[in-house]
């Protein structure tokens, strides 16, 4: 099997790099800068928004771990994912997407979600909104068999790795100790489990710690 990971540079993407490289899998890194991302059989050096079709061509799956965080750049969120479901349009290549918690719906209606609570970081709000958008721009792609992947409410960077999670749905989920909780290097375990099993094709689902 054959996987690229887009925006490889960043803590998740490198995560995701390692792991797949654990299992056996050639990976290929893209990156905007020349870094080293461990486990990668291969860096290429190209923006995202460079890439072509052909960059692409011979993967079994794409992973989109990129990110952007400043006011100016979080519209990327939208034109980033656009540009790689269109570069994938009409293949048999899986594209996931590392998403964000806080468009997970609060209700069974799937009318309010994480982000609207009350006490949801104001901080971390035009963030969320920008996935959430990519997301709902995502779900009208009938075109690319996309996997969109949330993480734990709690997403630990420097988390211990125990292979343990529980795959959720649309809907915010605790484990049983009441926790949304996930580590980069079990979401990381979560995401090649996915590729290696494409059980969620063109579906949104939510990773926690089991």
């Known amino acids: ?15 995701i790099v390692a792991e797949a490289a654990n299992r056996g899998i050639k990976v290929t890194a893209f990156v905007r800068r020349a ?30 771990a990129f990110g952007a965080w400043t006011p100016e750049t979080l519209p990327q969120h939208s034109t ?9 349009s009409g293949t048999d290549i899986r594209l996931l997407i590392v998403g964000g918690a806080g468009s997970l719906y609060t209700n069974p ?16 709000k035009p963030l969320a909104a920008a996935q959430g958008k990519a997301l709902n721009e995502l779900r009208a792609r009938d075109d690319v068999k996309w996997t969109f992947i949330s993480p734990a409410a709690d997403f630990q960077a420097d988390g211990e790795k125990t292979g343990k999670y529980i795959v959720a749905g649309e809907e915010f989920t605790l484990n049983s100790a009441g926790e949304s909780i996930i580590s980069y290097a079990d979401y990381a375990v979560a995401m090649i489990d996915e590729i290696l099993n494409g059980k969620h094709i063109k579906q949104r689902i939510s990773i926690v710690r089991a």
């Open 35 to 64: 870094v080293e991302v461990a486990g990668a059989n291969k860096i290429v050096v190209k923006d995202i928004f460079d890439l072509t079709a052909g960059d692409l061509n011979g993967f079994d799956a794409v992973v989109d």
């Open 1 to 15: 099997m054959k996987v690229a990971v887009v925006a490889a540079s960043g803590k998740a993407g490198r995560k």
């Open 109 to 124: 209606e799937h009318t309010a979600q994480v982000m609207d609570a009350p006490n949801f970081p104001d901080a971390f």
């Open 80 to 88: 980033t994912l656009k540009h790689l479901c269109d570069l994938l």
